[in-house]
Nanobody, 115 residues
Framework: QVQLVVSGGGLVQAGGSLRLSCAAS????????MRWYRQAPGKQRELVAT???????NYVDSVKGRSTISRDNAKNTVYLQMNSLRPEDTAVYYC?????????WGKGTLVTVSS
């Protein structure tokens, strides 16, 4: 079983920055693609950023150029650095690891961007 512990959310003014962290249990972290999702109030959960085991990254258009996903396999941790935050980035952010078709989710962290 995989456990994911998310941290780093909070309240920030528009234009500010936050870095989210997601620490995974176990030894398997390095082999798996990691994903950040978010869910805004009244909206469906959306995929924000992906990083493969080979560190190939992908982003939803709305965060491209403002966010960076990275991973530190020695620390079993994936990060999401978010810059130039906008009120529409307000959401609960989750990290995800899929192993053998089973989705593991970290407890979300709330990011609130004030205008």
């Amino acid at each position: 079983q995989v456990q994911l512990v998310v941290s780093g959310g909070g309240l920030v003014q528009a234009g500010g920055s936050l870095r989210l962290s997601c620490a995974a249990s176990g030894r398997i972290f390095a082999f798996y693609t990691m994903r950040w999702y978010r869910q805004a109030p009244g909206k469906q959960r959306e995929l924000v950023a992906t990083i493969t085991s080979g560190r190939i990254t992908n982003y939803v258009d709305s965060v491209k150029g403002r966010s960076t996903i990275s991973r530190d396999n020695a620390k079993n941790t994936v990060y999401l650095q978010m810059n130039s935050l906008r009120p529409e980035d307000t959401a609960v952010y989750y990290c995800n690891l899929k192993k053998r078709d089973i989705d593991y989710w970290g407890k979300g962290t709330l990011v609130t961007v004030s205008s």
